[in-house]
């Protein structure tokens, strides 16, 4: 329970903003589809969870096989064409 009350910074806040925005105006506009929405970010909020999940966003690093250390380029040569 503490961990829902502590660490909030402001992409939580935003979001929880936009729940909360989201549900007014969905019950304001009768527009109920808005509450899908609005729980997916009321979730996010709560839960301090992104869109990706736990570092979803940052890319794995491959491994090169069959290569050892050293850089992962190769020269090229050029040739002028006139």
């Known amino acids: 329970m503490s961990t829902l009350l502590n660490n909030w910074h402001f992409m939580r806040v935003l979001r ?3 729940a909360i925005w989201a549900t007014v105006e969905a019950f ?3 527009q109920w589809l ?4 609005a729980g997916i970010f009321a979730v996010q909020a709560i839960f301090d ?6 570092a979803g966003c940052a890319a794995p690093q491959q491994k090169q096989f069959g290569k050892t250390s050293g850089p992962a380029t190769e020269e090229v040569a050029y040739e002028e064409v006139k």
């Open 16 to 18: 929880a903003g936009i």
């Open 28 to 30: 304001r506009t009768t």
């Open 34 to 37: 808005l509450l899908l929405p």
């Open 49 to 54: 969870i992104g869109c990706c999940g736990t």
